[in-house]
């Protein structure tokens, strides 16, 4: 069980890692420190926090990675974070140039090069980067040049689907890219860009989507609250309606009792994604059912402490945003509500 004692010991090991990115890495405990600095009223953890913030600055070129979970992409969304939230003070645009066009010249490799069917690509990683880019600027060229960016790359994501793009993941997973595509083009279509062909596309991705039912729980919930994301925001009945099926043949219990076992409480692929997804739900609007679940008690009793504190290969993989730190804001969320 998680206490005060195996809590200060983490965070004292927390400052031995030097992997970069923000899901699996150094960014994510960043951002941890901060959050959970302001949220505990704990000027420690942001001492902490701008320690770790000034070591990833210093490490910056040594991280050739395109992706968001360990990648340059992820360190350039935290920082865009802390900046817009005033956790630190400084000029976004100046703060990532550099960035940002190492980054462009990463999707220009993508965009231009042909690959192996099964290697797998920042594409997305850099397409959610660019959306976050097109919202913090504000001169109108650089706008422009964003949008038209954001509009080749999900193009190109959807021309080079692969064949496995509609089909199940085992097990649960919260990231899984054909989802999470599409409520990227819900984002995109939001802000306004390419509307029509991303109406289009949606269009075009029914007749097959429309026609999943995953066989796990987990799998079902998540469709659903993606059907419902698109058909809320695109103001489209169909998904809404797509949705509706869906969620008459989700179990919540079983999804928390059956499918996600004890130690299967992590945020990608555990217990706080199904907390997510269903927050995701309630904000939209939509019922969830069987919804007074106690994800807290869940999480604080799960054996998976025992492992974090004995097994040291395992806290080495699992100590940022998509393990420890993840589950820490989680709890330090849950709590603060609490106490509203």
Known sequence: MLNKKLEYKICGAL?????????????????????????????????????????IMSKMGQNKKLF??????????????????????????????????????????????????????????????????????KAPARKRFYGKLIEHLFNHIYIHRQDSFYQESYPFRLKKDSYLFLCVLVWIYKIGIAQKRIGHI?????????????????????LMTVARCVGKFVNDKEWVTFADRLAENVDMNYILEKELADKNILPQTGVIGIWLLKEFNLWMGFAVRDSSYDFEKRVIESSIWDRIEKDAEFFSNYYSLDGYCGVRMFLDYLRQQNEI
Request: with cysteine.
């Open 202 to 222: 949606l269009e075009e991705i029914k007749p097959f989507l429309f026609s999943c039912f995953p066989v796990l729980h987990a799998n079902r919930f998540q």
């Open 68 to 137: 968001i979970e360990d990648g340059v992409v992820g360190i350039a969304i935290g920082i865009s974070f802390l900046l817009k939230y005033k956790y630190v003070e400084g000029d976004v645009n100046d703060v990532l140039q550099d960035i940002d066009d190492y980054i462009y010249k990463g999707a220009c490799v993508v965009l231009e090069n042909e690959t192996a069917p099964d290697t797998k690509l920042p594409t997305l990683d850099i397409l959610i980067f660019y959306i976050v880019r097109y919202i913090d600027v």
């Open 15 to 55: 400052q031995q890692f030097c992997v970069s990115g923000l899901l699996k890495g150094d960014m994510g405990v960043c951002i941890y420190y901060f959050v959970s600095g302001r949220m505990r009223n704990d000027s420690h953890m942001t001492q902490l926090g701008n320690a770790s913030l000034k070591r």
